[in-house]
Each structure stands twice: as structure tokens, then as C-alpha cells.
């Protein structure tokens, strides 16, 4: 029982080390990066095909031959023609906080009123100073929002610069994607308090066409590509007008890091389609609390401490590794199943950690063992003999064993005689002589010294046993 609390014991302090860890930014690092694979290893299918995106690519640039900003006389024909080919819901990710020429400003407002169904994009300037922190609501002109929607187009960016949290307002402000479901007469879900995207899809699933087909469906594109569907409308051009933006409206998102085929940047308007389908379906991915975290962690830390109850390395590794996977596996099917999030790096680092506490206390309890039995045997054994005893400590046994062993007795003969006729100085270094032949000679038949007494030696070999 004493030996039952010591391991459930180390296993508890192993998980309040991983609590305490669990709190810095490298934790946090790699939890968002198992969030990453989690989500990598999810099985994708078709993207949703009811969100088209309309994209300001090179192809249009090429083919409308404008340069940027293009005149919003020609969004707003880019909208009469969107609602003729009867799209739900009209989406621009593009601000327009200034005013243009009036009657560019005036022609799009007016296709804005007569379509009924347009959403533009509101964004949040943040200024930061020594001594305060700013933050401006941008806003599109007044001629332009009359008749339209708003909807925030910030997307907040975690320690690593990767989209994975659900956007949130602090206020009465719709996100663009709820400002789009409530423009197609579609019931928008709750957006749980810090829930993440459920992606549906990889970058480049969902059905895009570009602008200047969109400007003529009838031309370019098949009949009906439109009809009852949520348009979302922006640039994927790689290249930005100011050069101090870098890639224009890209995003890093957790297929980013996966060594696949997905591996790169998701354009803002497919950002914001998966944005809008987890707010139509309700899917989005709910994130385990801190305290039911800690919770499990400790749990965790006392399983890892119970699983190295008598250790032994192949055996104890073999716990720890099946207990890590099923750990891995629930989490992964709790996500994959469940959109339930558990950050499992924390969760069976404590698992890990006994395995290693317990590895090296065995580790410095066999070496402390040897360093004895080294010290006790190394005047009496030969380092032959010396060397197997240390490689199996376990064969020294309280009581002794029992075993056929060969005893030798030889000592000088005539050595009193001898003794009598010469001086002590030549009897010295007779012994000394015939001491150091016979000991060189029986360590090199492995045998073992048991004494020395005056002229006599004593010597066995076969103890210890060999064992085989």
C-alpha cells in the first residue's frame, strides 16, 4: 500500500508540473499545433454548394484592363447582375470607407437598394501608443450602408499568426458572416463564447469564378451557378497594391502546416465561406474549459504514476505509449465526432513524465547498486568474475546458493626450513614473487582469491555461478 501512494503520488506532482507548464506560450504553441493535425486528419468532403465566391483575380485584371481600385459604378453592375442570376446574399470583403466620384457612389448605392440582399464589410483600425491602445470602426461611406448591411470582417490571429478562433463583436455589430445569413433569410447559430472554425473544407474547395465572369453568367459561366446562393465577393490576387501589406488578404489556417497538397494560405472570401457555413450549420468547435482542463491533466498525471508500479523498462514503456495513443485516440474521436476540442498535449505529457522520473530513479538505484557490489567484491574477484556479478547484481542472493564449485590450496613447500635458513628480507622477496605468479595465474582462470595465509593461498572458481 505504502509503494501504491508513492507512485500515485509522483503521478499527481507530474501533473501539477504539466498544469504549471500547460499555462506558458509554448504549451499553448503546441496544443494549437495538435489542433492543426486534428483537424488535417479530419475526412473532408465536397465543400458546401451554397456559398459561390466571386474572386477580383488576375484573369479579371487582365481582362477588364483597370487598374485599382476599379470604379464602383462597375460593382454595382457586378450586383444587378449577381441578384439577376438570383443569388441569395451579396457579400463585398472589400471597405470602402471614403467617398469616390459621386456618381460612382451614386450608381452603386443604387444597385445596392434595387438588389436588397448586399452586405459590405466594416473592419476595426487598432492604434497602439506608449501610454494607449485605439481601436476605429471603418466603416463604408454613408451614400453606400443606407441600403445595405454591415458586417465585421476582423478576424482575430492566435500566438502563431493562424486563423482558428471564431471572429467575435463587442457589440450590437453583426460579423459579415451573420450580417450574409440574415441577408439570404437564413436563421444564423449562436456563436458560442470563444468557439473555433470548423473549416468544411481545404483551400480551394469551394466553386470560384472570377469577376469579369460574373459580370456577364450568362456568358461565361452555367445557367443557375448563382441561383439561391451566398455570394461573397473579394480579391485572391497574390500581390497587393501597398507594398508595405505584403500578400494581399491571405491567410494562414491550420491546413498551412500539413505537408499536403493543402499546404497554403486560404484567400479571405474562403476564409469567410467556412465562416459562414459554420454559422448556418452551427458547426463550430467548442473548446474544453481551464478547469475541467487541469482536471483531466491531473487525472492524467496519477494514471502515468500508477502505470510505472513496479517499472521495468520494456514493460513500463509499452504502459505509458498504449496510454498516450488511447489518450490521442478519444481526444481525436471527441473532435472528429463531436466538433469537442481537448487540448491533449497537456494531457499526456504527465504520462510521459512518469515514465521518465520513475526510468531514471530506477536508473541511479541500479547504478548506486553496482558502484557497492564494486566496491565491496573489487579486492577478492577478478574483474572477469567482478564484471558478471556487476551485469547481474540480481544474482547475489541473501543465504548464498548452492553450486559445484573447485577450491584450490597451495602454499611453498619446505617454506619453514626455508624460513629458518635465510634472512627476512629474502623471505620477503620470495612471498612477494611467489604471491604475485599464483595471483596473476588463478585471475587469469577467472578464479576468484578467497585469502591469503602466510605462505598459503586460497582460491575456488564456479562462484558465481554462471547463468545461462
Not at 70 to 75: E, F
Not at 148 to 177: C, H, K, N, W
Amino acid at each position: 500500500m505504502r509503494a501504491f501512494r508513492k507512485y500515485l503520488g509522483f503521478g499527481l506532482l507530474c501533473g501539477i508540473a504539466a498544469v504549471l507548464f500547460s499555462l506558458t506560450p509554448a504549451a499553448e504553441i503546441a496544443e494549437l499545433k495538435g489542433y492543426d493535425l486534428f483537424h488535417g486528419a479530419r475526412s473532408f468532403s465536397a465543400a458546401p454548394e451554397d456559398i459561390v465566391l466571386v474572386a477580383i483575380d488576375e484573369p479579371s485584371f487582365a481582362e477588364l484592363g483597370l487598374q485599382w481600385p476599379w470604379p464602383r459604378s462597375l460593382h454595382g453592375s457586378l450586383t444587378d447582375a449577381l441578384k439577376n442570376a438570383g443569388a441569395a446574399a451579396i457579400g463585398f470583403d472589400i471597405l470602402f470607407p471614403e467617398q469616390s466620384r459621386i456618381a460612382e457612389d451614386t450608381a452603386f448605392a443604387g444597385a445596392i437598394r434595387k438588389a436588397g440582399n448586399v452586405v459590405l464589410a466594416s473592419d476595426v483600425s487598432l492604434s497602439e501608443g506608449s501610454h494607449f491602445d485605439q481601436a476605429m470602426a471603418v466603416e463604408p461611406v454613408a451614400v453606400l450602408k443606407e441600403h445595405a448591411r454591415i458586417g465585421l470582417v476582423s478576424v482575430p490571429l492566435d500566438r502563431d499568426y493562424v486563423v482558428r478562433r471564431m471572429p467575435q463583436t463587442m457589440s450590437q455589430e453583426q460579423l459579415f458572416g451573420e450580417a450574409l445569413a440574415a441577408a439570404s433569410g437564413r436563421e444564423a447559430a449562436r456563436i458560442p463564447g470563444g468557439a473555433y472554425i470548423s473549416y468544411a473544407s481545404p483551400p480551394g474547395s469551394y466553386v470560384t469564378v472570377s469577376y469579369y465572369q460574373a459580370l456577364e453568367p450568362g456568358r461565361y459561366l452555367p445557367k443557375g451557378i448563382f441561383q439561391d446562393k451566398i455570394v461573397i465577393v473579394g480579391r485572391t490576387t497574390t500581390a497587393t497594391a501597398d507594398p508595405e501589406k505584403g500578400v494581399a488578404d491571405y491567410f494562414a489556417t491550420p491546413f498551412l502546416f500539413l505537408g499536403s497538397e493543402n499546404n497554403r494560405l486560404m484567400s479571405g472570401i474562403e476564409l469567410h465561406a467556412n465562416i459562414v457555413h459554420d454559422i448556418l450549420s452551427g458547426t463550430f468547435v467548442e473548446r474544453m474549459g481551464s478547469p475541467a482542463q487541469m482536471a483531466l491533466i491531473l487525472l492524467s498525471g496519477m494514471l502515468g504514476g500508477l502505470l510505472q508500479f513496479r517499472w521495468r523498462p520494456f514493460r513500463s514503456a509499452l504502459f505509458t505509449a498504449a496510454a498516450s495513443l488511447a489518450l490521442l485516440l478519444a481526444a481525436y474521436l471527441l473532435f472528429d465526432r463531436s466538433r469537442y476540442w481537448i487540448p491533449v498535449f497537456s494531457m499526456t505529457l504527465p504520462v510521459v513524465f512518469s515514465y521518465g522520473i520513475f526510468g531514471a530513479d530506477a536508473y541511479i538505484q541500479t547504478e548506486r547498486k553496482r558502484r557497492e557490489i564494486k566496491r565491496a567484491f573489487s579486492h577478492y574477484l577478478s574483474p572477469a568474475v567482478l564484471d558478471a556479478v556487476l551485469a547481474d547484481p540480481e544474482g547475489l542472493r541473501l543465504g548464498g546458493i548452492k553450486t559445484e564449485a573447485t577450491i584450490l590450496f597451495c602454499d611453498i613447500a619446505g617454506f619453514t626450513t626455508i624460513s629458518e635458513q635465510h634472512p627476512p628480507e629474502v623471505i620477503s622477496r620470495l612471498l612477494n614473487r611467489f604471491m604475485t605468479a599464483m595471483t596473476r595465474t588463478i585471475t587469469q582462470h577467472k578464479g576468484t582469491i578467497d585469502k591469503f595465509v602466510g605462505d598459503a593461498i586460497m582460491a575456488f572458481w564456479g562462484a558465481p555461478p554462471e547463468r545461462s
